[in-house]
């Protein structure tokens, strides 16, 4: 019994992976458009927030998947 909820609880691998690349882009992503409105509604004339909003999406993102890589690569050292 205690087996059947331990295969139903653990994930497959793939499924988290790409998970990950749709959780990356639509933070880009988000980040970028904010950047866009903020450089329209301020009326800049370089892009400033465009390109300081995606890098900081770039970095977040990158953050939040080495912390969900670590966690699985624990899950899996305790297995």
Same mark, same amino acid.
């Given at each position: 019994m205690a087996a059947e909820k331990d295969?139903?609880?653990?994930?497959?691998?793939? *499924?988290? /992976?790409? #998970?990950?690349?749709?959780?990356m882009g639509i933070t880009i992503y988000l980040f970028?458009?904010?950047?866009?409105?903020?450089d329209q509604k301020y009326t800049v004339e370089e892009?400033?927030?465009?390109?300081? *909003?995606? /890098?900081? #999406?770039?970095?977040?993102?990158?953050?939040?998947?080495?912390k969900q890589v670590n966690r699985l690569n624990e899950e899996d050292k305790n297995d």
């Amino acid at each position: 019994m205690a087996a059947e909820k331990d295969q139903k609880k653990k994930r497959p691998r793939f *499924l988290a /992976l790409t #998970g990950f690349a749709a959780q990356m882009g639509i933070t880009i992503y988000l980040f970028s458009y904010l950047g866009k409105y903020l450089d329209q509604k301020y009326t800049v004339e370089e892009n400033y927030w465009t390109i300081g *909003l995606t /890098l900081l #999406g770039v970095v977040l993102s990158f953050y939040s998947l080495l912390k969900q890589v670590n966690r699985l690569n624990e899950e899996d050292k305790n297995d």
